[in-house]
């Protein structure tokens, strides 16, 4: 299932969908295929996502959805009990992705890292950005003065799905467990 189209790589290249980024290992490890322009771009990233978890930024609400939404009360305490696990578990993962942002290869468990450090940065642009399941890349212009976050946008969710797809060839069809190769 695509998140998208392909998006315009930072050099104006287009990301095409069959160059995968992650790859399962015989070893039972998984390689990582990101080009160089790929990782400087995606370097940038855990800072802002680690700096915002110590906000109060309305960004935040999808990362952190509420426990009780019909409840005001019961959700401040649920809020109170779990958020800073919550936080600590995100950070965790922000700071594992800066460790392996160079690595030609990571562990399943630093690919899960990967795979939430990718989708709540996405999900925060996405937040910023408005995105709504209405919204077409081909209805913006090249000229937007946004383009460059949607195309950020857009590449985080072919990335987030590059690291699924990795995750899933691992996985046993019968549900038995399993892992790549």
């Known amino acids: 299932m695509a998140c998208g189209p392909p998006c315009s790589g930072t ?9 995968r980024r992650v790859l399962p290992s015989r070893r039972g490890d998984f390689e990582l295929r990101i080009p ?23 960004a935040l609400a999808r990362l952190f959805p509420p426990g ?10 649920y809020e ?4 800073d696990d919550l ?5 965790s993962s922000v700071q594992i992705m800066e460790a392996t942002l160079d690595a030609e290869r ?8 990967w795979l939430g450090a990718v989708n709540d940065l996405r999900l925060v ?3 910023r950005l408005d995105v709504t399941e209405e919204f077409e890349i081909e209805q913006l212009s090249e000229n937007d003065p946004e383009a460059p976050a949607y195309a950020l946008y857009y590449y985080l ?15 046993d069809p019968a549900g038995a467990g399993g892992g790549p190769g």
Not at 108 to 113: D, G, I, T, V, W
């Open 11 to 19: 050099d104006g290249s287009i990301v095409r969908r069959n160059q």
């Open 36 to 58: 160089h322009d790929e990782r400087a771009v995606l370097r940038t990233l855990p800072a802002h996502l680690r700096d915002l978890l110590h906000s109060e930024d309305p």
């Open 68 to 77: 009780y939404a019909d409840d005001p009360i019961r959700n401040a305490e």
């Open 80 to 83: 109170q009990l779990v958020r």
């Open 87 to 91: 936080v600590a578990g995100k950070l």
């Open 106 to 113: 990571v562990t399943e468990e630093e690919l899960l890292a």
């Open 125 to 127: 642009l996405g937040t």
């Open 157 to 171: 969710g072919w990335l987030e799905e590059q690291v699924v797809e990795a995750l899933a060839e691992g996985l």
